[in-house]
């Protein structure tokens, strides 16, 4: 059995101690990739249909707009997963108004994880999951969820040692 990366990952502006900066690259993608590089699994990363802004602004407001409403953004239809090949998910995304992403939540909706082992990991500001495994454990009610990797977006380039640990 193989194991998978999946990650949803934002470009354009962004938070960063509590400032706006622009990131070509997403902080979650950065850390997904280490993690693709220590394990040798596949990385996936989960887009939506209609894309998030690129201002920071107005991806805050569609992302509260969606967790008020607990709308599940339509997916970017695409490669479709064979999640039979897989046994072990690291599932990553950024803290967003303090949980997953909408378009995360998607891919839950998306796919059948019971019976998975599922490794969450996320970047954010503030240093934390929020409510996100708490909401994850609800979605995830078959799979085994263990304990999670919380990096802080400005601190993903010079945490090789903490991803390397999490990996195991
Ligand atoms: C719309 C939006 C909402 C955010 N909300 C939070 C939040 O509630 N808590 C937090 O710690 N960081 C928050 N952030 C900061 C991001 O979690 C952080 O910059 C993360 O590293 C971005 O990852 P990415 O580049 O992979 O998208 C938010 C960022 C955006 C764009």
Redesign the pocket.
């Known amino acids: 059995m193989k194991t998978l990366i999946a990650?949803?990952?934002?470009?354009?502006?962004?938070?960063?101690n509590n400032e706006i900066v622009v990131?070509e690259?997403?902080?979650?993608?950065?850390?997904a990739e280490k993690i693709a590089a220590l394990t040798g699994g596949d990385l996936y990363k989960i887009e939506e249909d209609e894309p998030?802004p690129y201002s920071?602004d107005d991806?805050?407001r569609?992302?509260?707009r969606e967790d008020e409403n607990n709308e599940h953004p339509a997916l970017k239809a695409g490669m479709k997963l064979n999640m039979d090949e897989y046994d072990t998910i690291y599932l990553?995304?950024?803290?967003?108004?303090?949980?997953y992403?909408r378009v995360v939540a998607s891919f839950l909706d998306a796919y059948d994880l019971s019976g998975k082992t599922v490794r969450p990991f996320?970047?954010?500001?503030?240093?934390?999951f929020?409510i996100s495994l708490l909401e994850m454990q609800g979605a995830l009610k078959g799979a085994t969820i263990t304990d999670g990797l919380a990096?802080?977006?400005v601190s993903?380039h010079d945490s090789d040692d903490r991803i390397k640990a999490f990996v195991g």
């Open positions: 990650y949803f990952s934002h470009v354009g502006e962004n938070l960063q990131l690259k997403g902080n979650t993608e950065v850390v998030y920071y991806c805050l569609r992302s509260r990553g995304f950024p803290i967003w108004y303090r949980t992403p996320c970047t954010n500001d503030e240093g934390t929020g990096i802080r977006g993903v």
